[in-house]
């Protein structure tokens, strides 16, 4: 658990000097929230404005329906033009939100080419081929410098109006 709670700060403190905060407070909470629930992702950042308010600098959840949530638990409370927030997949929504400002940063996945390298990968395991045990794919970081090209890179752009 030290380790991740290190991979954490180090990526919290990367987000914020990516968007010019010039240093980056003692990490002094932490909470970890199953992945896939939007109600659960929105009542932890609740929690967490109840007891840090305005000392809350930034949000990074490991899934874009966290960083979603923390978008609009923290635009209720007023709290959205000064906390930086980063999430994690780089699905067509968080796309349009970074194109509005709302999301300030992704760690995009290519989706259509982890979709076409799961294919091609069942496809060889079925047809008795033989795959490498792990197949590595590089995730970008998108903000609103680049998302354009994001969007054209991972084959989203049919999927974003």
Not at 128 to 142: A, M, P
Request: aromatic letters at 8%.
């Amino acid at each position: 658990m030290q380790k991740l709670q290190h991979l954490f700060w180090l990526l919290c403190k990367f987000v914020a000097l990516l968007f010019g905060k010039n240093s980056v407070p003692t990490l002094t909470s932490m909470k970890f929230m199953p992945i896939g629930i939007r109600a659960k992702a929105i009542a932890g950042v609740e929690d967490a404005i109840t007891l840090y308010g305005d000392k809350i600098v930034g949000v990074f959840s490991a899934w874009d329906g966290g960083a979603l949530s923390a978008v609009s638990a923290l635009d209720v409370a007023g709290l959205s033009d000064n906390v930086v927030v980063c999430g994690f997949d780089g699905t067509p929504t968080s796309m349009t939100y970074i194109r509005e400002g709302k999301l300030q940063a992704e760690l995009g996945q290519p989706l259509y080419e982890l979709g076409k390298v799961g294919m091609e990968t069942v496809n060889t395991v079925l047809t008795g081929g033989q795959v490498d045990e792990e197949q590595l794919l590089t995730c970008s970081i998108v903000t609103s410098d680049n998302v354009e090209d994001f969007i054209k890179s991972a084959g989203l752009a049919d999927f974003i109006s």
